[in-house]
C-alpha cells in the first residue's frame, strides 16, 4: 500500500552531510555545490522550500523517514497527505 506524502526541504539551510542521499538515494543527490538536492522537486515561491508530493511504498517511505531524522541541520520534513 502506497503513502502520499510531501518532502518539504528547506536548501538554503543544508549543510551538505550527505546522510540523505545515502540512505535515500531514489529521492536525493548531492548537487555540485556540496549542498543535497531533493529530486523531481519543486521550489514554492512563498516558502522558499523545495517541495515534492509522491505516493511513496512502504521501503521508499521507511527510507524517506530515515533521511528526515538523520538529518543533522533538520531542514527535511515529511507530511502525511
Known amino acids: 500500500m502506497k503513502n502520499k506524502v510531501m518532502v518539504v526541504f528547506d536548501r538554503e539551510l543544508c ?9 535515500c538515494s531514489q529521492f536525493w543527490k548531492i548537487a555540485n555545490d556540496g549542498k543535497a538536492e531533493l529530486l523531481g ?12 508530493e509522491t505516493d511513496a511504498d512502504p521501503n521508499d517511505l521507511a ?9 543533522p541541520a533538520q531542514v527535511i520534513k515529511i507530511i502525511d497527505k
Not at 549543510?15 to 540512505?23: F, M, P, T
Request: with cysteine; hydrophobic share 30%.
Open 63 to 71: 527510507d524517506l523517514k530515515k533521511a528526515e531524522s538523520s538529518c
Open 15 to 23: 549543510i551538505g552531510a550527505s546522510i540523505c542521499s545515502v540512505v
Open 41 to 52: 522537486s519543486k521550489l514554492d515561491p512563498k516558502t522558499g522550500k523545495y517541495e515534492i
